[in-house]
């Protein structure tokens, strides 16, 4: 297809998270044919370019990262006010979920420009589709926070939803955060595990928590590069009656009073605080009041 294909508008595309014979000729036609190619790395961009046998002006290519989104996003929207066609690639899999792009996406929208999906690889919906659960609705909740203090309050986040929770975590954290989440979930709650989806080192393995923490565990000690990659988790939180989801309620509510009542007073009068304002047993006051003065010790 020639170039007017791609007319003036931002095009969102899909690059292979490791089998370059996943790219769809869409984006292929687009990454050849677009005005602007902006990306995360350009280096890795040019080489995806060599391997497709695309080439393209140097002076066509950008940056636009994490660090340099805010200022790259008035190129994008100048560019796109000059009529201009602008393609926007991460490094791998879909820009602007838990990947740079979502800045310049939103500013193109409400710039009133035309923004265009070109749709393709994504290891989100790579998880879902082999992960074999079958409940609705999906969350998706991207990278785990690297503090243990923040991540923890992040499951309890995801622990009051219900259906599918899918997150992304890096390698380095996998044994602690798993952890995390079998004490948090529940050890036996099932899981899909995903390791470096469609590359050479592709890992997928289905169980419990429990089971995948000790496989981890055992591959460390016996590799420990072995779980090397972006890690994506799918886990199965099944369905919540409206009695189990006003308790998770109440519980984040009562939660949320101890963190912010526990820096300030002693234990004793927090609780009593809570009693009077949440109708909670002092004991389930006090008890979340010391959890909360020891999750802050923790993290400090």
């Not at 007017?4 to 370059?20: E, I, K, S």
């Not at 869409?26 to 790395?41: H, K, N």
């Not at 740079?100 to 290891?123: I, N, R």
């Not at 469609?198 to 565990?217: D, G, M, N, Y």
Request: net charge neutral; aromatic share 8%.
């Amino acid at each position: 297809m020639g170039k007017n294909t791609f007319g003036p508008g931002l095009y969102v595309a899909a690059t292979p998270l490791g089998h370059l014979s996943d790219i769809t000729e869409r984006v292929r036609e687009g990454l050849a044919a677009c005005d602007q190619l902006y990306a995360e790395d350009t280096r890795r961009a040019q080489q995806l370019l060599s391997a497709l046998g695309l080439s393209r002006p140097k002076s066509s290519i950008y940056s636009l990262h994490d660090h340099n989104e805010s200022v790259m996003t008035g190129q994008v929207l100048a560019a796109l006010e000059s009529k201009q066609s602008v393609i926007l690639i991460s490094d791998a899999g879909t820009p602007a979920i838990s990947d740079p792009g979502f800045q310049v996406v939103d500013a193109a929208w409400k710039q009133g420009f035309a923004v265009h999906p070109l749709p393709g690889p994504s290891a989100v919906i790579a998880a879902l589709s082999v992960c074999g659960f079958a409940r609705w609705p999906m969350s998706f909740w991207g990278f785990a926070p690297s503090k243990a203090s923040a991540r923890r309050q992040w499951l309890r986040r995801i622990k009051a939803s219900t259906g599918l929770a899918v997150i992304f975590e890096a390698p380095h954290r996998a044994e602690e955060s798993l952890t995390d989440c079998a004490e948090l979930f529940g050890p036996q709650t099932p899981m899909l595990f995903g390791r470096e989806l469609t590359k050479q080192h592709e890992t997928i393995f289905r169980s419990t928590i429990a089971e995948i923490q000790l496989r981890v565990q055992t591959q460390n000690q016996i590799d420990p590069g072995s779980t090397k990659g972006e890690m994506v988790w799918v886990f199965d939180l099944g369905e919540k009656t409206a009695e189990t989801q006003e308790a998770g309620a109440a519980r984040q509510q009562l939660e949320q009073w101890a963190s912010v009542l526990a820096p300030e007073m002693p234990a004793a009068a927090a609780a009593k605080c809570m009693v009077k304002m949440l109708g909670v047993s002092r004991e389930d006051a006090y008890n979340a009041v010391l959890a909360a003065a020891n999750l802050k010790e923790r993290s400090t």
